[in-house]
């Protein structure tokens, strides 16, 4: 593509993301180019069983969801502080995922790596209140209240 842009006199750039391994998609882009092909038949296969069991697993994190939360109203969540943070913090990751959907209505450019650093937040004695994008998420006594921004 970037020999025919040129041959062609073509103007385009070149965006230097798509080399940077801190970012999700390089990095698995250089694992694939490094991995045997016969690996990388197997993370294929993989790949179609985790679709297959996905609506499963979704489910599944909406029961564990449900189960935490102590209030919740059009402007609010409330969600015991120590039943969340006792679980995985993948687990807790995609519950908070879900809990920023409902408010927003949109996943947004909501990255993994700013969630586990609210997740982190939570562990520290001192922690309060955590601003994840369009949501606020504030420890009140032994409870977490997830809210959108604006309320």
Do not use: W
Request: net charge positive.
């Amino acid at each position: 593509i970037l020999e025919y842009n040129r041959k062609n006199k073509f103007h385009f750039v070149i965006d230097d993301s798509n080399n940077n391994l801190a970012y999700t998609r390089p990095s698995i882009r250089k694992f694939l180019k490094e991995t045997p092909s016969k690996n990388v038949s197997e993370i294929k296969s993989e790949f179609k069983n985790i679709k297959k069991y996905s609506n499963s697993y979704k489910s599944m994190i909406n029961e564990i969801l449900i189960k935490r939360v102590s209030k919740i109203d059009i402007d609010f969540i409330e969600i015991d502080f120590k039943s969340l943070t006792s679980i995985d913090s993948l687990i807790s990751e995609k519950i908070i995922k879900k809990i920023f959907i409902f408010f927003n209505g949109y996943e947004a450019s909501l990255r993994s790596s700013k969630i586990q650093t609210c997740i982190n937040e939570f562990n520290k004695s001192n922690f309060k209140l955590y601003n994840l994008r369009s949501m606020y998420i504030k420890k009140v006594n032994n409870s977490l209240i997830f809210e959108k921004k604006g309320n």
